[in-house]
């Protein structure tokens, strides 16, 4: 455990630098005493080397007259671990392939806080990744997300926290239902709202500048749609039906904790959208004698008989894992959109219709 040092004059707030970050976001955990355990997640587009040791952590508490506050969280899995996608390894560019794919940085540590009603603390990176085509100057953008707690009334307390990827994928013309519903040790209620995500280069009094949409796109409407993105702010789930292919977005998620309807913490989660293609075509990894193949209106899969299967969703999601006896994978029930089915060495991505 770490005690936190005091500055007694503003600093500006230190950051890092890389290229193609895809999301990010910060978390904290209560472990005992006056201890919490805090966590950045940064999500790296695997076509950058970057390579981050270590982040900052700064933040601020008016109440308590605490000017700024740095904490340095080390990394716990140098070189970033390939989290996504799962229909690209191991021929992504995680593994020096040529396809797209995510590399996850999770840095953590543990520091001690007083009490204070209005802590507030960030952790920025630059930059985006070029590829957004839905505002300015995306290379020149950083990114920045935020916590907050109050821990006045009771140091029990822990951020909300999200086990979905904060990079997701959506199939063109296709209606889809992303989730991004998060667990809470606490048992507070929660609100979800979108905003506008940050750019780097704050302070803890002063907010940073925001990434500017292109018209029409804002912070809520971020897509091109065939109605208008809806947000449940009970549960997360976000609703949209793309209609632009290969348009590619950001937005900002916050979640918000309530104890008997008192704020006691937030968190927010730096979130990038891909829209792909309609038309998924079928793909070898490696040629295999474990064959994969469809009936005409894919709701059968064959494999190999006795050969494994592993099947997940485009978001990455593991739907099937195992084995076949008589090689017969029935889909019927799958929603349509993206699937990647892998048997032996053979890799497939397919649409559900």
């Known amino acids: 455990m770490r005690s936190l040092f005091l500055i007694v004059f503003v600093l500006t707030g230190l950051s890092i630098t890389a290229t193609h970050v895809v999301g990010s976001e910060l978390t904290y955990k209560y472990v005992g005493g006056s201890n919490y355990r805090f966590q950045v997640k940064y999500w790296v587009d695997c076509s950058s080397t970057i390579q981050i040791n270590q982040v900052f952590v700064n933040g601020c508490a008016p109440s308590c007259n605490v000017t700024f506050l740095s904490m340095t969280l080390p990394v716990l899995n140098p070189g970033g671990t390939p989290v996504f996608p799962a229909c690209a390894w191991p021929n992504s560019m995680c593994s020096n392939g040529p396809d797209p794919g995510i590399r996850e940085f999770v840095f953590a540590d543990t520091f001690s806080l007083q009490a204070c009603s209005d802590w507030t603390f960030y952790t920025e990176i630059c930059c985006r990744s070029g590829s957004i085509t839905t505002i300015n100057n995306p290379l020149s953008m950083g990114m920045n997300v935020r916590a907050t707690l109050n821990n006045s009334p009771s140091p029990v307390n822990s951020s909300p926290v999200i086990s979905a990827l904060p990079v997701a994928y959506a199939c063109c013309n296709q ?34 500048g ?144």
Not at 182 to 201: E, K, N
Request: aromatic share 10%; with cysteine.
């Open 175 to 208: 209606a889809l239902s992303f989730t991004q519903t998060a667990s809470d040790a606490d048992g507070d209620s929660l609100v979800y709202s979108f905003y506008t995500p940050w750019d780097d280069g704050m302070s803890c009094w002063t907010a940073s």
């Open 210 to 353: 925001t990434v500017t949409y292109t018209n029409p796109y804002t912070f809520s409407q971020f897509l091109t749609t065939q109605t208008p993105i809806s947000l449940n702010t009970a549960n997360g789930d976000i609703f949209l039906h793309p209609t632009l292919c290969g348009q590619i977005s950001v937005f900002g998620l916050k979640i918000s904790e309530y104890q008997n309807s008192v704020l006691v913490g937030s968190m927010s989660r730096d979130i990038m959208i891909t829209v792909m293609p309609s038309l998924v075509g079928t793909g070898d990894v490696s040629s295999d004698e474990n064959l994969i193949h469809f009936d005409s209106d894919r709701s059968v899969l064959y494999i190999q008989p006795g050969a494994d299967i592993l099947l997940v969703d485009i978001q990455g999601k593991e739907l099937l894992q195992g084995y076949s006896s008589d090689g017969l994978i029935y889909l019927s029930n799958l929603a349509p959109g993206i699937y990647c089915a892998r048997s032996g060495n053979r890799t497939v991505k397919f649409l559900k219709n």
